[in-house]
């Protein structure tokens, strides 16, 4: 098998981001929503996908940082939300920004902030961060 070969073997079973469904993700009451702000930070050192151009998989560190508004996510649903990812080809500044409109969607924070730090591939290590503020674009 060549090299060409190779990369359309890897290739070929690789999702569209289309088959990423937000509605997995199950949404709970904040019941201090009336008393106090609580800054709520979440972290996923297991995130992967798969890298579109090649078809290798990436590994990452998804971290979401969020003020609520009414709702908070629940967090096993957003476990099944994120292995849907698993074998979906998708760039990393796309990643960020489709966790953070998926979310914000479904919980419509005051705030809310995702990151993904992706392993070193190649000698070059990325980071990515989208932001949220409600009223900021409504």
Do not use: A
């Amino acid at each position: 098998m060549d090299g060409k070969e190779i990369k359309k073997e890897l290739k070929k079973d690789i999702k569209s981001v289309d088959t990423i469904k937000k509605d997995v993700i199950e949404v709970v009451d904040y019941d201090y929503r009336k008393k106090r702000d609580v800054k709520i930070i979440i972290e996923n050192e297991e995130f992967t996908s798969v890298c579109p151009r090649t078809g290798l998989p990436d590994f990452g560190r998804i971290t979401i940082r969020y003020i609520p508004l009414n709702k908070i996510i629940e967090l096993k649903s957003l476990k099944l939300y994120f292995l849907q990812y698993r074998n979906v080809g998708i760039f990393y500044e796309h990643i960020v920004n489709k966790i953070l409109e998926d979310l914000v969607s479904l919980v419509k924070p005051k705030w809310m902030e995702v990151t993904g730090e992706f392993r070193i591939r190649g000698g070059i290590k990325t980071t990515t961060k989208t932001e949220y503020r409600k009223n900021s674009r409504e």
